[in-house]
């Protein structure tokens, strides 16, 4: 009883906050619900709408490239970063704490920093590019640039998961390296055969939460572009909270937030599904 009654706070934070908005959420996806009125209830219309709404697939789409781009190019500049930061040298302390710091850095700021470098007249990129002899697009007015552009501004967080690398390098047993050496082999070998399969479980981690990240991207585009241009940026939590809170469109949003529920726990579940084939766990025969 006293175990309860400490953890009441959490759990009545738990009840209100979540639990209850959760299953409200189940209920007001077959409803048309405007939050002033009354939600009405309309079975699967909202879904069947979502079928027919252009902007829902172009934000899907929009989702999908950042994913399928993003995910992959934070998984290996953390695991290059880290490699490079895993190495025994003077001050090595000092380099791995700036390459963490932009992760402690607020999004909000970070956000309002990346749209004044990527200003197209007077950012500070297109102003080195310019220096080079080259022209600089319009990063964030367009609408082929604008994605990338998110896209490279998310390697500015990748420090945390680097740090994660960087724990899981130093757990590599070193007489793995030492008889390797004794073998003949190259760093590139002992990267390829030592080094990586040995953390992929850290992989594998970083994978499963810059996945369920990338599909819930949402600040940065919201303070930068707000969709634009042309619906370039305008990724599914855009868009989810658009009609949530914009339009007032609370029971689509919520048909919205359970699609994108669906969509990131199928793609785990592939990633737990494809795990066995190439992550290795050292207890395992």
């Known amino acids: 009883m006293k175990g309860l009654l400490f953890i009441s706070p959490w759990l009545i934070g738990f009840i209100a906050f979540t639990l209850i908005p959760f299953a409200l959420s189940i209920y007001y996806s077959f409803t048309t619900y405007d939050i002033i009125n009354s939600p009405r209830w309309t079975g699967m219309s909202n879904f069947n709408n979502l079928l027919h709404d252009s902007l829902f697939w172009k934000a899907l789409y929009n989702t999908m490239f950042y994913t399928i781009f993003s995910v992959p190019l934070s998984v290996v500049a953390g695991i290059i970063l880290a490699l490079i930061l895993n190495m025994k040298v003077k001050g090595i302390g000092i380099y791995r704490t700036i390459f963490y710091l932009p992760t402690i850095v607020p999004i909000v700021a970070s956000s309002l920093l990346w749209q004044w470098l990527f200003d197209s007249q007077f950012g500070v990129i297109n102003s080195l590019l310019y220096f080079f002899g080259i022209e600089g697009p319009g990063w964030l007015v367009d609408p082929h640039w604008s994605k990338p552009a998110l896209i490279l501004m998310g390697l500015w967080g990748v420090g945390g998961a680097m740090v994660i690398y960087l724990a899981g390098l130093q757990d590599v047993p070193q007489e793995m390296y030492e008889s390797a050496e004794l073998d003949g082999c190259t760093w590139r070998q002992k990267i390829y055969y030592i080094t990586l399969p040995m953390i992929t ?85």
Do not use: C
Not at 222 to 244: A, C, H, V
């Open 201 to 285: 479980p850290v992989i594998f981690f970083n994978l499963i939460m810059g996945l369920i990240g990338s599909f819930q991207y949402f600040t940065e585009s919201y303070i930068i572009t707000e969709g634009g241009p042309n619906d370039s940026t305008l990724f599914y939590s855009l868009y989810l909270y658009k009609n949530g809170f914009t339009y007032f469109h609370m029971g689509y949003a919520s048909a919205m937030a359970w699609v994108l529920f669906l969509v990131i726990l199928v793609s785990t579940i592939v990633v737990f599904k494809s795990s066995a084939r190439w992550v290795y766990y050292g207890g395992e025969r």
